[in-house]
């Protein structure tokens, strides 16, 4: 597959569901949880593929369109997905501000790519940060195509949220808060999902996150970016955990400096170097983790 860098990313078993959680053990280590782990996802949208127009030829009737600069498209029928070269790739539709708009359009930073991304709404900006935290990322993009696919023999046109690239697979992904799913919602999820499926994509419409989740990854986001360890802080933490698990507030104070090692902390587990119990609320009672190392 072409894709950013030339990557080639690994065959991956897809489903009609999209991604299949693991079920969280007892104890839910950040450092182990993917994004699919984090993240609340609805399904609903598969009782609706019946109403597509899947007769033998829809991957070729069925398009997607991109764009490359201004006034600068490209359209590929569905069956050749993994032709597109995501590298020059920009939304196909612009973000508007204006005073009187309910939604509110933004550039959020990530780590992942170390520049600003855009969102449309808060839902999304989440969907950003813990994205850049726990999925593997190397690019996301925005508003990526606009799909077109048939019901009843009609043309019905759905522009999917983002296109998540990662070290195993683009993942095409929706964001809807859940209870405001309306039925012509479910249908357009159904048809992205067929096209993901197509091209052994994984296709998710997030709902929302996992109790817990969002204000712990909220927490470690403030310092994800680079910090100058000038004090050692970042050894005494590791050191500190070595043993086994300590709960936050006594692994700080195990620091030379409690309140610097706050900080340095909140680094290391953006890092995931180590891991704080995502199963309880975040806070000086939450256990933490040196993380296992990853075999080489």
């Known amino acids: 597959m072409k894709g950013v860098s030339g990557m080639n990313y690994p065959h991956k078993g897809s489903t009609r569901t999209g991604w299949r959680p693991r079920a969280l053990e007892e104890a839910a280590w950040s450092d182990a ?76 930073y990530m780590t992942a790519t170390d520049r600003h991304h855009g969102f449309e709404s808060f839902e999304e900006e989440c969907l950003l940060v813990v994205a850049d935290f726990a999925a593997d990322l190397v690019e996301a993009l925005c508003q990526p195509f606009r799909l077109r696919f048939y019901v009843g023999g009609k043309k019905v046109d759905h522009t999917p949220d983002y296109l998540l690239l990662t070290r195993h697979g683009p993942v095409v992904v929706d964001v809807r808060p859940a209870g405001r799913i309306r039925p012509r919602d479910s249908l357009k999820f159904a048809a992205a999902a067929e096209a993901a499926l197509s091209a052994d994509w994984r296709f998710a419409v997030v709902t929302g996150w996992r109790t817990h989740v969002w204000g712990a990854v909220d927490a470690m986001s403030a310092e994800r970016r680079p910090l100058d360890n000038v004090l050692g802080i970042q050894g005494q933490l590791r050191r500190a955990v070595t043993q086994g698990t300590l709960r936050y507030g006594e692994l700080v104070e195990r620091c030379s400096l409690p309140a610097v090692a706050r900080a340095h902390a909140l680094h290391l587990l953006w890092r995931q170097e180590l891991g704080v119990d995502l199963s309880g609320p975040y806070g000086d009672e939450s256990l933490v983790r040196l993380a296992p190392r990853m075999p080489s």
């Open 33 to 108: 949880c993917g994004l699919d782990d984090l993240a609340l996802l609805d399904d609903g949208h598969t009782a609706y593929t019946t109403q597509l127009d899947l007769d033998d030829r829809w991957p070729v009737r069925w398009t997607t369109t991109w764009n490359s600069g201004p006034n600068t498209s490209v359209t590929y029928p569905v069956q050749d997905l993994n032709e597109v070269d995501f590298s020059h790739t920009v939304p196909v539709r612009r973000f508007t501000w204006r005073t009187d708009q309910e939604h509110r359009p933004d550039l959020a």
